[in-house]
Each structure stands twice: as structure tokens, then as C-alpha cells.
Nanobody, 120 residues
Framework: QVQLVESGGGLVQAGGSLRLSCAASGRTSNIYYMGWFRQAPGKEREFVAKISWSGGSTYYADSVKGRFTISRDNAKNMVYLQMNSLKAEDMAVYYC?????????????WGQGTQVTVSS
């Protein structure tokens, strides 16, 4: 089992930057991927970015490519999301996600979410 705690959300003007952090604890040795999802009011939760816990390969939603960067610090069990050039449509609750894998079975774990508010 994995526990996730996000931090770093807040209020930022359009065009500004924020850095989200996610601390993982528990059985982190079985983490396969970590990533970020977001959910705006009235919308479904959507994928933002993910990173391979071992190799570091990264994947992004088209809407954030070139603006957001996901990174990890395996020694600290942390994953980060650097968000630049923020837009009003980036405003949402951001959730940290960990994909936990044992053999061929995967389980998703989620943080409690952190609010990102972008003012125009």
C-alpha cells in the first residue's frame, strides 16, 4: 500500500507558475508509475502527466506539453509537477497518482488533491 500527500497548490495569475509536490510513503518499492491528474468543476478527472518510477520516462497530456514538467526524486520518494504559463483552463484540483504493481497486478493510489486556482 502507498500513501500520497500533495502540496504546493494555490492561487496564481494567468501566465504564472506553480510547483506541485507529492510525497509517497509505504511500500514505495513497488511503485511502477507516478503521475498527476486533475479535475475541474463539472468535469471528469483527466490525465495530466506521468513518470516511470524506474526509468524516468515521461508522458504528458497534449494540453500541457511544453508548459508542464514532471520529475521525480526516488531517494526522497517525491514527484513534482512544475507548471509554467498557467492558463484559466488549468484551474482544477490536482491529484497525485501512484500505480502500484505486484507481478502483473496493478493498483491505483490517490492523494487527497490540491487546489490550483488561476486568475485572469
Amino acid at each position: 500500500q502507498v500513501q500520497l500527500v500533495e502540496s504546493g497548490g494555490g492561487l496564481v495569475q494567468a501566465g504564472g507558475s506553480l510547483r506541485l509536490s507529492c510525497a509517497a510513503s509505504g511500500r514505495t518499492s513497488n511503485i511502477y508509475y507516478m503521475g498527476w491528474f486533475r479535475q475541474a468543476p463539472g468535469k471528469e478527472r483527466e490525465f495530466v502527466a506521468k513518470i516511470s518510477w524506474s526509468g524516468g520516462s515521461t508522458y504528458y497530456a497534449d494540453s500541457v506539453k511544453g508548459r508542464f514538467t514532471i520529475s521525480r526524486d526516488n531517494a526522497k520518494n517525491m514527484v513534482y509537477l512544475q507548471m509554467n504559463s498557467l492558463k484559466a483552463e488549468d484551474m482544477a484540483v490536482y491529484y497525485c497518482n501512484a500505480v502500484y504493481r505486484v507481478w502483473t497486478t496493478t493498483t491505483d493510489y490517490w492523494g487527497q488533491g490540491t487546489q490550483v486556482t488561476v486568475s485572469s
